[in-house]
Nanobody, 126 residues
Framework: VQLQASGGGLVQAGGSLRLSCAASGRTISTYNMGWFRQAPGMEREFVAA????????YLADTVKGRFTISRDNAKNTVYLQMNSLKPEDTAVYYC????????????????????WGKGTQVTVSS
């Protein structure tokens, strides 16, 4: 599976962005999908994950109430809607896929994910 993240950019605090993660090579309908981010000088951290059929979603406490994860298996794409953005959301955002690990067990570091996409930069100005 090849994953390509897009949709990042520069936005003012309080603004919104929608990230997309388009998959190719095989269908993602059997994969749990999610997003991680890494700010400069920081460890990579979990942001959100969604189960293969979209019934189960997990969000990091830092983004609950502001971010939403969704997926469209027909389009082989996963989305991260980010609202009320804060400067501390500034990071490179990566999408990931895993065939077996339940989303509730995804590690904060993302170590062990089956597939990773190249990141997309999100910069939130104050």
């Amino acid at each position: 599976v090849q994953l390509q993240a897009s949709g990042g950019g520069l936005v003012q605090a309080g603004g919104s962005l929608r990230l997309s993660c388009a998959a190719s090579g095989r269908t993602i309908s059997t994969y749990n999908m999610g997003w991680f981010r890494q700010a400069p000088g920081m460890e990579r951290e979990f942001v959100a994950a969604i189960s293969s059929a979209g019934h189960i979603r997990y969000l990091a406490d830092t983004v609950k109430g502001r971010f939403t994860i969704s997926r469209d298996n027909a389009k082989n794409t996963v989305y991260l809607q980010m609202n009320s953005l804060k400067p501390e959301d500034t990071a490179v955002y990566y999408c990931a896929a895993d065939a077996t690990l339940p989303v509730r067990l995804w590690p904060s570091s993302g170590n062990g994910m089956d597939y990773w996409g190249k990141g997309t930069q999100v910069t939130v100005s104050s």
